[in-house]
């Protein structure tokens, strides 16, 4: 449990995928996104489905059969890595408290960045990029991971824009290793 009350979270996806070379690749893109990765050739109940089958009767019977969400072929590894991430997020609620670092308050329901009770201007993008830093401030988030929920923007830039805007530094940037929010 990190210092804002935030658990890290692993999270452990298993791939089903009988094309040997796609699943290989897509197990290396879900890693790169900072996701454990297990790959199986066997079909077993699946969170998101991969399909070229995308009319309306298939998804109808995938719903019926326990899926949660689609992705239709060709798809681009970082929609579905945000897919992924999205299904395991935590549930906001209307209760659901703010995230506070130090005199930094992101309120998430509100999509709100306060610093010491300055109200501050974020584009979505930024926001995106603050909340998941927010939630596990202290500790590294990737490069990859930061460009899944910026959706795919050039992630130094938005970090640089998002940081003048922090005001003193707030957000390391630990080489290749990714970023860490810090109080």
């Known amino acids: 449990m990190s210092a804002d009350g935030v658990s890290a979270r692993i999270v452990c996806v298993l791939l089903c995928e009988d094309d ?21 050739r066997t079909r077993t109940d699946a969170a998101v489905l991969i ?7 298939d998804r109808s019977e995938g719903y019926a059969g326990g899926v949660d969400d689609f992705l239709a072929t060709p798809f681009s590894l970082s929609e579905l ?3 992924v991430r ?16 130090g005199d930094l308050v992101v309120d998430r329901l509100r999509r709100r960045v306060r610093r010491a009770g300055v109200l501050l201007t ?17 500790t590294l988030v990737s490069a990859a991971e930061i460009a899944v929920v910026c959706g795919d923007a050039a992630v130094d830039q938005v ?10 530094p707030r957000i390391l940037h630990a080489s290749a290793a990714g970023y860490l929010l810090h109080a």
Not at 122 to 130: D, G, K, N
């Open 86 to 101: 999205a299904l395991c997020a935590p549930r906001r609620s209307p209760s659901s408290p703010p995230l506070t670092v």
């Open 159 to 168: 970090i640089a824009k998002l940081d003048r805007k922090l005001g003193p």
């Open 81 to 83: 890595a945000g897919r």
């Open 122 to 138: 974020m584009t979505t993008r930024e926001f995106s990029a603050l909340e998941l830093l927010a939630a596990r401030a202290g």
């Open 20 to 40: 040997e070379q796609l699943g290989d690749r897509v197990a290396d893109g879900l890693r790169t996104a900072g996701f454990t990765v297990d790959l199986t």
């Open 51 to 57: 399909t070229a089958r995308d009319s309306p009767a």
